[in-house]
C-alpha cells in the first residue's frame, strides 16, 4: 500500500519513515511538508494511506488532516500523536482522522498498526471528551438562538435549502449564519460542526434547558 508522510520537517519524516519499515507492505512514497496547506499534493500522490505527525504546532495537525481528507475521501488517514486525551482525539476524529496512535509506545509498532489500519482490522470509536455544564454553556451563549436552531438542523442532516424552506430564509442567510457557526465553534464545515454537536452533548443540553425553562 503507498503511504504518503506529513510532517513539521524532514527529520520527523525520516523517523516515521524508519518506522514504516517493520511493515512490508507499506511502501512510503514521499513526504509533504505540513508546515503548509498541502491538499493539492497530496492529491497529486494519491496514496492510499496518509500518515500525519501530530508533533507539529498548534492546530496544524488537525489542518493537514482536513487538507488530506478533502484531497483523498477514500484513503485511510492515521494520526501520529504523543498526547492520546479525549478532547484531541474527538477534535482528530473530527478533521477526518480514521484512528491515532500514540508516539509513546515501540516505534516499531507503528507500521504494524498502519498496516492493520489501513486493510480494516482495527475499528477504535474514540471516546467522547467530557463536556462540563460551563463548557456548554459558553459555547451556547456564543451561539444566537438563530444559530443554534440552524446547528440542530444541519445535526439532522438537513441541506441548505431545506433548512431555508423550513425558516423561510433564503439559502444565502443559512450560508452567512453557518459561517458564524465555524467559526465560533472552530471547525471547517458542516460536517465538523455536526460532530462537535454531538460529542459534546451541546445539542442534548440545549434541548434539556429549552426544557426546563418552559417547565419553569
Request: glycine share 8%; aromatic share 4%.
Amino acid at each position: 500500500m503507498r503511504v504518503l508522510i506529513i510532517a513539521g520537517n524532514a527529520l520527523a519524516a525520516e523517523a516515521i519513515r524508519r518506522a514504516l519499515r517493520h511493515a512490508p507492505a507499506c511502501r512510503v512514497i514521499g513526504y509533504v511538508d505540513g508546515r503548509h496547506p498541502c491538499g493539492t499534493l497530496v492529491e497529486d500522490a494519491q496514496p492510499d494511506v496518509v500518515v500525519v505527525d501530530g508533533m507539529m504546532p498548534g492546530a496544524t495537525a488537525l489542518s493537514r488532516l482536513r487538507d488530506a481528507r478533502a484531497a483523498v475521501p477514500n484513503a485511510k488517514l492515521v494520526l501520529l500523536s504523543d498526547r492520546m486525551e479525549p478532547r484531541q482525539l474527538a477534535a482528530a476524529a473530527a478533521a477526518g482522522a480514521d484512528a491515532a496512535i500514540s508516539k509513546n509506545g515501540h516505534l516499531g509498532s507503528v507500521g504494524m498498526l498502519v498496516r492493520e489500519v489501513a486493510a480494516g482490522n482495527v475499528f477504535h470509536a474514540f471516546r467522547p471528551p467530557p463536556a462540563t455544564a460551563q463548557d456548554q454553556a459558553g459555547v451556547t451563549d456564543a451561539l444566537t438562538p438563530r444559530e443554534l436552531e440552524i446547528l440542530r438542523l444541519v445535526a439532522a442532516g438537513a441541506s441548505n435549502g431545506r433548512i431555508a424552506s423550513q425558516l423561510w430564509v433564503t439559502e444565502q442567510t443559512v450560508k452567512f449564519h453557518l459561517s458564524n457557526v465555524y467559526r465560533k465553534l472552530g471547525v471547517a464545515n458542516r460536517t465538523e460542526a455536526s460532530h462537535y454537536a454531538h460529542v459534546t452533548g451541546l445539542l442534548g443540553w440545549r434541548a434539556t434547558t429549552q426544557l426546563d425553562a418552559e417547565a419553569a
